[in-house]
């Protein structure tokens, strides 16, 4: 990496960092109102000023509405997911600093409590998967002080001050970051001593997945769900952190989708991901502007993954020739 990209990259992260403690900062001076106006003007003025993200936005959006909103509508729906971020920001700030359950659920509805002390008294774990919705980041604390044992996978941040900036504020109470690249053993192993564990599979990753539909058309989706459902036989619902109206908000466990199982393990693989995928999109369907319309989701095609696995195989073809080439030189 040239030193021109390194500074960018570390001038990108001081902005950020100083953004974070500045959100920080107002939440504990201001009434959290005016901080969570403050905040959607902040989203707005993004808007505006970061190009590339909205025009991503917008594109995203024609993909997933163009068919029956026009391009005004879809471009006031891009302005609202920048203003929704902003408020999000400012209730997960708001929440991030609380430790009292009365307070934090003040201006929170809890729905479907009773799904989830169904899903924990079978004592086999739970499978939370938390969309990219609303306010995703403050679920963790959410969950803790409902008094359900949990934690989540989660890839630490490049950039060592930021990510433990937001890992100092995500661990709470008990609640365990297991780090992204920790032995499926492990991650297993937490499932079985009954936690519940959240996992984000609305977006893209480099992880193996799966094809299924979003808005009609094939996006890439992590299988991990999936196989550890069928591995632990956990529960698994969608849980979701959403904005209702001004300042108030709901936290709703949806009801435990049954593993689908069928003999045949790609199949089944399949089958659980386009399940559990689907009742994400269901909810980000009834709150459509609080999803993250910026990320690619619809980056990774089907002809992609076939050329991967052509170069994979390839390089497998050159590596068992250049053994034998090997071998033939040692014993001609």
């Not at 391009?71 to 929704?84: D, G, L, P, Q, R």
């Not at 659920?105 to 739970?126: C, D, L, P, T, Y």
């Not at 399949?270 to 009742?279: D, G, I, R």
């Not at 993250?292 to 068992?320: A, D, F, S």
Request: aromatic share 10%.
């Amino acid at each position: 990496m040239s030193r021109i990209k390194k500074l960018r990259k570390s001038i990108k992260y001081l902005l950020i960092i100083g953004l974070i403690k500045v959100i920080l900062f107002i939440v504990k001076i201001l009434p959290w109102r005016w901080t969570s106006y403050f905040c959607s003007r902040l989203g707005l003025l993004a808007f505006y000023l970061i190009k590339r993200e909205r025009i991503k936005t917008i594109n995203n959006l024609k993909i997933a509405y163009g068919s029956e909103k026009s391009e005004t509508e879809i471009v006031k729906m891009a302005k609202e997911v920048f203003v929704n971020l902003g408020r999000s920001a400012a209730e997960t700030a708001i929440k991030l600093t609380m430790t009292d359950k009365d307070k934090y659920f003040s201006n929170v509805e809890v729905i479907g409590m009773e799904h989830a002390e169904k899903a924990f008294q079978r004592n086999k774990g739970v499978i939370n998967i938390v969309p990219h919705l609303g306010c995703w980041e403050a679920a963790s604390k959410a969950y803790t002080l409902l008094g359900f044992k949990a934690g989540a996978v989660a890839k630490p941040l490049k950039n060592e001050r930021l990510n433990n900036l937001v890992m100092k504020n995500r661990e709470f109470n008990g609640f365990k970051i297991l780090a992204r690249g920790s032995t499926y053993k492990t991650i297993l192993q937490f499932l079985k001593q009954n936690n519940s564990l959240g996992m984000l599979i609305d977006q893209d990753t480099s992880v193996k997945g799966a094809f299924v539909d979003f808005y009609e058309k094939p996006a890439y989706t992590p299988i991990g769900a999936a196989m550890l459902a069928l591995d632990s036989d956990a529960s698994v619902f969608v849980a979701s952190y959403v904005r209702a109206k001004g300042h108030h908000y709901k936290f709703i466990f949806g009801e435990p989708m049954e593993v689908i199982r069928t003999g045949d393990r790609k199949e089944e693989l399949q089958l659980n991901t386009e399940q559990f995928h689907k009742a994400v999109e269901k909810q980000i369907k009834k709150y459509p502007t609080q999803w993250v319309w910026m990320h690619e989701r619809w980056k990774t095609t089907p002809e992609m993954i076939e050329e991967r696995e052509r170069e994979k195989q390839e390089l497998r073809k050159k590596r068992r020739a250049a053994r034998e080439q090997e071998i033939n030189d040692k014993f001609p």
